[in-house]
T-cell receptor
């Protein structure tokens, strides 16, 4: 079955450590997105990519980095510069590069990151 | 002004009643509108999309869109306890990104 796989489901980060969240999709979608969700709040866009080898900053990109070397993969690195990384991280994808959002997004199951 | 606004709730309705969830948006050029359901601790799931003014029905769900008023709503008929979740409204914006509201918590009491 097609879908988006995020791993790990739970991740613990020590102070000053970089961690990478994995996102893989087999839907043949062009566009991929990373969102952060804090308790009781909506989704905030971190980074997005419309095509391979290209990505754009979202509303809260500081302290995060991404790469898009393959169509299927869009990993997110949470760097030590991100001062408050504890949150639920959601990866999403949509078909079509220019009109991707016309179809809505498909979400992965999420990664819950906690700073210890 | 937030781009997409929703009443945070919680909205409490008895089992079998109609639940009405509302959303307003600020970008007049938006063309695509979506409702997602998110259970606690889970990721959002797309339940309805609407692109034209008027009503769109799918089972117990009806989405309503009024572009002139910049308003979109979701009606859930015959509400069930399993409908208890947070409902997120999403609207497409520049660069074909979706902007999400903060969500409305729905509680259906049996």
């Amino acid at each position: 079955d097609g879908g988006i796989t995020q791993s790990p489901k739970y991740l613990f980060r020590k102070e000053g450590q970089n961690v990478t969240l994995s996102c893989e999709q087999n839907l043949n979608h062009d566009a991929m997105y990373w969102y952060r969700q804090d308790p009781g709040q909506g989704l905030r866009l971190i980074y997005y990519s419309q095509i391979v080898n290209d990505f754009q900053k979202g509303d809260i990109a500081e302290g995060y980095s991404v790469s898009r070397e393959k169509k299927e993969s869009f990993p997110l690195t949470v760097t030590s510069a991100q001062k408050n990384p504890t949150a639920f991280y959601l990866c999403a994808s949509s078909r079509g590069s220019g009109g991707g959002s016309a179809y809505g997004y498909t979400f992965g199951s999420g990664t819950r990151l906690t700073v210890v | 002004q937030k781009e997409v606004e929703q009443n945070s709730g919680p909205l409490s309705v008895p089992e079998g009643a109609i639940a009405s969830l509302n959303c307003t948006y600020s970008d007049r050029v938006s063309q695509s509108f979506f409702w997602y359901r998110q259970y606690s601790g889970k990721s959002p799931e797309l339940i309805m999309s609407i692109y034209s003014n008027g009503d769109k029905e799918d089972g117990r769900f009806t989405a309503q869109l009024n572009k002139a008023s910049q308003y979109v709503s979701l009606l859930i008929r015959d509400s069930q306890p399993s409908d208890s979740a947070t409902y997120l409204c999403a609207v497409n914006s520049v660069a074909n990104k979706l902007v999400f509201g903060a969500g409305t918590i729905l509680r259906v009491k049996s």
